[in-house]
C-alpha cells in the first residue's frame, strides 16, 4: 500500500507475484491519484522494500497494456528496460 505522507491517503497498491528468481510487478493507482505523478514514488518506495524481504528475486516484470503510455513512462523512469511488444501488451524487466 502506497500512501500520502502528509494525509495518509492512499495513493495506490502496489502487487508483487514472485516466482523463483522472478517476480511480477502491477500497481493500481487511486483513480482520485491519477494523473498526480505518484506512480513513480510508490513503484520506487514498493521496489526498496520488495528488494529486503525477497532478496532471492533477481529480475522484476512488468505487463502493461500498449496503448498506457503514461504506464509504461513511469515503469521506464524508474529503471525497467523495455523487452518486447506482443498483441496489445509491452513487457518490461528491472534488473534488482
Known sequence: MC???NTN????????????E???????LSPKMRGQRKAKGCLRD??????T???NVRFIDAE???INITSQ?????VG?????????????????
Not at 9 to 20: N, S, T
Not at 22 to 28: D, H, P, V
Not at 46 to 51: E, H, L, N, Q, Y
Open 73 to 77: 513512462q513511469s515503469f521506464l523512469d
Open 22 to 28: 522472478r517476480a511480477l510487478i502491477s500497481i493500481n
Open 53 to 55: 524481504i525477497y532478496s
Open 9 to 20: 491517503e492512499k495513493v495506490a497498491i502496489v502487487r508483487f507475484d514472485a516466482e523463483g
Open 46 to 51: 514498493a521496489i526498496s522494500f520488495f528488494k
Open 80 to 96: 525497467f528496460v523495455f523487452v518486447k511488444e506482443d498483441a496489445d501488451v509491452s513487457f518490461y524487466e528491472y534488473v534488482v
Open 64 to 66: 502493461i497494456k500498449s
Open 3 to 5: 500512501e500520502n505522507e
